[in-house]
Nanobody, 121 residues
Framework: QVQLVESGGGLVQPGGSLRLSCAAS????????MGWYRQAPGKERELVAR???????NYADSVKGRFTISRDNAKNTGYLQMNSLKSEDTAIYYC???????????????WGQGTQVTVSS
């Protein structure tokens, strides 16, 4: 069974930085695209950034120039580097990934459990 586990969240002051990680564990799988979403209290979940298997990226306008998404295919891990954090970045951050099971050919989306990011002085 494949699992996604996020880490790296926490409390940071405005202007600070955090690096989130999303590690996929299990066997017999490969990952296509990976994405980071966030959900603030009382708001809908929104896309923050996405990276394809080939490394192409796209970002929400609100984070362009501040956040960077990347991945290490050898480690089956994705990252979100967040710089110049603002109070409005406070949310639970989730990663998702396109999973391909090698033996069965089955493809599906998988979500992590989320990690809290709080930006406050």
């Amino acid at each position: 069974q494949v699992q996604l586990v996020e880490s790296g969240g926490g409390l940071v002051q405005p202007g600070g930085s955090l690096r989130l990680s999303c590690a996929a564990s299990g066997s017999g799988f490969s990952i296509s695209d990976m994405g980071w979403y966030r959900q603030a209290p009382g708001k809908e979940r929104e896309l923050v950034a996405r990276i394809t298997g080939g490394g192409s990226t796209n970002y929400a306008d609100s984070v362009k120039g501040r956040f960077t998404i990347s991945r290490d295919n050898a480690k089956n891990t994705g990252y979100l580097q967040m710089n110049s954090l603002k109070s409005e970045d406070t949310a639970i951050y989730y990663c998702d990934a396109g999973i391909y099971r090698v033996v069965t050919g089955y493809e599906y989306r998988l979500w992590g459990q989320g990690t809290q990011v709080t930006v406050s002085s």
